[in-house]
């Protein structure tokens, strides 16, 4: 993949992914399917139902806001799900029974949520999922490529290792789905290093600091490590931390994933290795311009035959290529 990022390449890279996938498949004629509702309304209500507070979903609730507060009528909203899925179903209720227009979406559990999603299908509304998708159709999904963008960093690290050594991987909590996409696509990309050991895979849920306190008791039992991947960037950092107090910085290769602006700013600092990144502030704006096309054109989600997939690029970043990230890109 090239080393050339810029605002152009990365946005045609977006339009082309986006043109057929991301259209949803609807037919209100279809039988047993509701009409379309209302052509036209006075106001709107739309409502994101984030995992947790964190720099990915601030950036993805940016960008939805900065397509929405164009139209004077739709009100919008930030809520937290506080990282469980019990608070998520409770928003996704009160949601459903105001009668909301659209929900964003980033499940804490892609099956636990799934009742709720079709709950909110059955009232017509239409729910986008963010990064993380659902077992349970919906409107549309709008994420980067987990699984191929894992393969690539696995396949850097593999070369930065000279093909041997002995890896960590510090992921997140079982039930999610991008979880396995972005280990197993990490041990694909491994594969054509058998001398590369994956020697520990704990979850580290993540977080920072829970991924410090990991780190440090995996290296306190194997002091042979070469090579760590964090599954977000938050997790990877959290191993730059421990490698810094260690004076293991430069020693140990570390990778993330979603490239937000500290995990930038350590690869330019020689810390981090590297990230898988994509601009998550563009994936909001994504997101939030599908809502208000099937919003304001009244049309139900129980029309849709088919889920809407927008799949964003994703660029692996090293020392070598951050600095092709501008300002205006980074999140």
Known sequence: MSNQVTRRTFLKSATVAAVAPVVPTFDVHQPGVRPARAMAKDSYKMVFIQFMPHTVPAAWSKGIEDVLKVQANVDY?????????????????????????????????????????????DAGIPVITLNIDS????????????????????????EM??????????????????????????????????????????AADWDRK???????????????????????????LGAVDVLKAAGQIGKVIVFGNDGEKDALESIAAGELTGTQYT?????????????????????????????????????????????????????
């Open 77 to 121: 909203q930030l809520l937290d799900g506080q990282a469980k899925v019990d608070t998520q179903i409770t928003l996704m209720d009160t949601a459903i029974n105001q009668a909301v227009d659209a929900i964003f979406l980033q499940p804490v559990d892609s099956v636990a949520v799934g009742p709720s999603i079709k709950k909110a299908k």
């Open 135 to 158: 077992t349970e159709p919906h409107a549309a999904h709008v994420e980067m490529n987990h699984y191929y963008g894992a393969i690539d960093i696995g396949k850097k690290m593999g």
């Open 161 to 202: 290792l000279g093909g041997k050594g002995n890896v960590v991987i510090l992921n997140a909590p079982p039930g999610i789905i991008i979880r396995d996409q972005r280990t197993n696509g990490f041990k694909d990309g491994l594969k054509n290093y058998p001398n590369i050991k994956i020697v520990a895979d704990q």
């Open 210 to 236: 829970k991924a410090q306190d990991v780190l440090s008791a995996l290296m306190a039992a194997n002091k042979d490590i070469q090579g760590v991947y964090g599954v977000n960037d938050s997790m990877a």
């Open 279 to 331: 601009d998550v502030y563009q994936q909001g704006r994504f997101a939030a311009s599908i809502a208000t096309a099937l919003a304001t054109g009244g049309v139900s989600a129980q029309a849709f035959q088919n889920q809407g997939h927008l799949l964003m690029p994703y660029f692996i970043l090293t020392k070598e290529n951050v600095g092709q990230i501008q300002d205006n890109q980074r999140w």
